[in-house]
Nanobody, 127 residues
Framework: QVQLVESGGGLVQAGGSLRLACAAS????????MGWFRQAPGKEREFVAT????????YYAGSVKGRFTISRDNAENTVYLQMNSLKPEDTAVYFC????????????????????WGQGTQVTVSS
């Protein structure tokens, strides 16, 4: 069982930046595809960003591309989400997730394919 713990959320003004971190337990972190998702009040959870096992491939939702950057440090068992130029519509609970499937794919955008989830961290962007 993998435990994921997010941190770094908070309140920020529009145009500001935040860096989220997600620390994973265990020794198999480098074998997981990692992803970030978010859920705004009254809305379904949506894909934000994903990163391949070695960090060499990334993919973003159109709404965050160019503003958010996903990265990982396999030595520290941690995945990050750097969020710049934040907008009020980025307000949501942000979740990290791990996909443990061993396959030829580099990254994953489909929520149902992820096996482990963190508890989430709140990001609030004021206008």
């Amino acid at each position: 069982q993998v435990q994921l713990v997010e941190s770094g959320g908070g309140l920020v003004q529009a145009g500001g930046s935040l860096r989220l971190a997600c620390a994973a337990s265990g020794r198999l972190f480098s074998t997981y595809i990692m992803g970030w998702f978010r859920q705004a009040p009254g809305k379904e959870r949506e894909f934000v960003a994903t990163i391949s096992r070695d960090g060499g491939n990334t993919y973003y939702a159109g709404s965050v591309k160019g503003r958010f950057t996903i990265s990982r440090d396999n030595a520290e068992n941690t995945v990050y989400l750097q969020m710049n130029s934040l907008k009020p519509e980025d307000t949501a609970v942000y979740f990290c997730a791990a996909d443990q499937r061993y396959s030829g794919i580099y990254f994953e955008t489909r929520e149902y394919e992820y096996d482990y989830w963190g508890q989430g961290t709140q990001v609030t962007v004021s206008s």
